[in-house]
């Protein structure tokens, strides 16, 4: 996230991001993505009252591009499905391939703020 980070804000700042990180992640809703027993990604998945904000999706740079992703995000949606939820996230204005990505998978931006799309994927409850 460094490249999108530092064009979004013009500066990268270590320990602000680290101190950020671990601010924000909750292990408890936290899942590593795993290829051949290696830990290649993570993804951090909120309820959000009837919702679930798909926080954060990393998956190493010489993993992605593999389809790792799209799996993950599918199921993350069957599993919202399967519990009558929507799931929504956010992405950076600065990441356009991630926002291609989900848009590819059927999320529609729904709102913008300075720095991030936020998008939903909606289907009939």
């Known amino acids: 996230m460094r490249v999108h980070i530092t064009a979004t804000r013009g500066f990268w700042d270590q320990p602000k991001e680290r101190d950020q990180f671990y601010e924000q992640l909750h292990l408890e809703h936290t899942r590593i993505i795993e ?3 290696a830990p290649v990604g993570f ?3 909120t ?3 009837d919702d ?3 926080h954060t999706l990393c998956i190493a740079p010489e993993y992605q591009r593999q ?8 199921q993350i949606v069957t599993d919202a499905q399967e519990h009558g939820r929507e799931v929504f996230l ?3 204005k600065s990441n356009a391939m991630a926002r291609v990505f989900y848009e590819r998978l059927g999320f529609m931006v729904i709102a913008e ?9 909606s289907y009939e409850r």
Do not use: C, D, K, N
Request: net charge positive; glycine share 10%; proline share 3%.
């Open 35 to 37: 290829r051949s027993s």
């Open 43 to 45: 993804f951090m998945i």
């Open 47 to 49: 309820p959000r009252g």
């Open 52 to 54: 679930i904000e798909l």
């Open 67 to 74: 389809g790792m992703g799209t799996l993950v995000i599918r």
């Open 90 to 92: 956010s992405v950076l």
């Open 113 to 121: 703020a300075t720095h991030h799309y936020q998008m939903r994927l």
